[in-house]
């Protein structure tokens, strides 16, 4: 009974990681295109030209892809819960002073911060998942369910930015990554409460 007890709770462990690292992933990817609805109205309240407009996304991407290895190597030698949660901690920070910007210059650093997040948090939730999850059917069921969260926050980012973009302003596109990220963090904290296994 105990023992049946404790693979119960390993198993809620497992599923609580997963969706931890699927929402990470979702989060980072959802900034790829979150943005894009958004641009004319950032062009016009921030001073951005038609040549310039595009580097708002440029600057996202490029930091992010940049710092990828980076970002892998880093878990490697500092541990992988310490390296999301400070993916996911600059990401946020990151977004807030995106949704705080008052000129072009304050919000490229922002955005590139934000893909400096996004570059230490995607190697690090896929290492977890291949720590986390057995060889065979278990990890290829996480992996299946980590890449379907990454390709939904694409969609998902174009579909938000609009809908914020018209509720609430261009800033909203940028507050609500702070919204997402804050939850994972704490969940990255409580769950290595419980678990050693996001500090392998």
Request: with cysteine; glycine share 14%.
């Amino acid at each position: 009974e105990t023992s049946s007890a404790s693979e119960g709770l390993g198993w809620n462990r497992e599923t609580a990681t997963l969706a931890l690292l699927a929402f990470a992933m979702l989060i980072v990817s959802l900034d790829q295109y979150i943005v894009v609805v958004a641009l004319p109205d950032i062009a016009q309240d921030l001073g951005y030209s038609a040549q310039t407009l595009q580097s708002v996304i440029s600057a996202y991407a490029v930091a992010s892809a940049g710092f990828l290895l980076f970002g892998g190597r880093v878990a490697d030698l500092l541990g992988r819960r310490r390296i999301l949660a400070t993916g996911l901690s600059l990401y946020a920070g990151a977004a807030l002073a995106g949704g705080l910007a008052t000129g072009p210059g304050m919000l490229l650093a922002a955005r590139a911060c934000q893909g400096l997040g996004g570059a230490l948090v995607f190697p690090t939730t896929l290492a977890l998942i291949n720590t986390t999850f057995p060889e065979g059917q278990a990890r290829n069921r996480a992996l299946g369910v980590w890449g379907g969260a990454g390709a939904a926050g694409l969609v998902i980012g174009v579909l938000l930015g609009g809908l914020l973009t018209r509720a609430f302003g261009w800033q909203a596109v940028f507050l609500v990554n702070v919204a997402l990220a804050g939850p994972a963090l704490l969940l990255a904290f409580v769950l290595d409460r419980k678990s050693t296994r996001l500090n392998s």
